[in-house]
C-alpha cells in the first residue's frame, strides 16, 4: 500500500469577502494542473503541521503572510497524481492575511478572481463539488472522498461534521 501524499489547498479571500486568490497554473506543460486555476499550496514537509505547511505554501507562492486561518475541509484523492498517485489535502479558506501578492511564480501567474465567476474560470471540473463549501457560511467541516482513474473522477461522496 502506497502513502498518500500530504498536502494543504488553501484559498485566501479579499478583505470585502468577493475575490479569492487564484494560482493559473500556464508557465510549465508537463505540469498536470496545466492551463487550470488552483488554490495555493502544496506538499507538507515531514517536520511541519498543517498550518505552517499552507502559511508557508501561501508565502512562497504569492508573498502574503496569512494570519486567519478556517479549516473548512478534507478530500483524499486516490489515485489522482502522476501514476496513480493518492493524495490527501486539508483545505482551508484564509480571511486574514499582510502583504500584496506578487504577480506569479515558476508555475504560474496569479489572479484576484470573483468567487461568484468561478465557473467562468479553467478550474479542475471535480472542484465544483466541494468548492461552493469553502465559501459558505455553513461553520462545519466537510470530509470527501474523490477517487480518480487516469485523470478522471469517478465519484465524490461526503459529510460535514460538528
Avoid: C
Avoid at 508565502?59 to 496569512?66: D, F, K, M, T, V
Avoid at 489515485?79 to 486539508?90: A, H, L, T, V, Y
Amino acid at each position: 500500500m502506497l502513502k498518500p501524499v500530504v498536502a494543504t489547498l488553501a484559498y485566501v479571500v479579499s478583505p470585502d469577502r468577493q475575490q479569492t486568490l487564484l494560482l493559473h497554473r500556464n508557465k510549465r506543460p508537463d505540469d498536470i494542473h496545466y492551463g487550470k486555476y488552483v488554490g495555493l499550496g502544496g506538499r507538507l514537509e515531514r517536520d511541519e503541521h498543517v498550518v505552517d505547511g499552507a502559511a508557508r505554501e501561501i508565502r512562497e507562492e504569492s508573498g502574503l503572510i496569512a494570519t486567519e486561518f478556517t479549516l473548512r475541509g478534507t478530500v483524499s484523492w486516490p489515485g489522482f497524481g502522476k501514476g496513480g498517485q493518492d493524495w490527501f489535502g486539508f483545505i482551508f479558506r484564509v480571511d486574514t492575511f499582510s502583504g500584496v501578492a506578487h504577480a506569479g511564480n515558476h508555475e504560474g501567474t496569479l489572479q484576484w478572481v470573483p468567487i461568484e465567476a468561478l465557473a467562468d474560470f479553467p478550474l479542475w471540473e471535480s472542484d465544483f463539488r466541494w468548492l461552493p463549501m469553502v465559501f459558505d457560511d455553513d461553520s462545519r467541516p466537510f470530509h470527501g472522498v474523490m477517487p480518480y482513474h487516469e485523470g478522471q473522477m469517478l465519484s465524490w461522496t461526503y459529510a460535514r461534521t460538528h
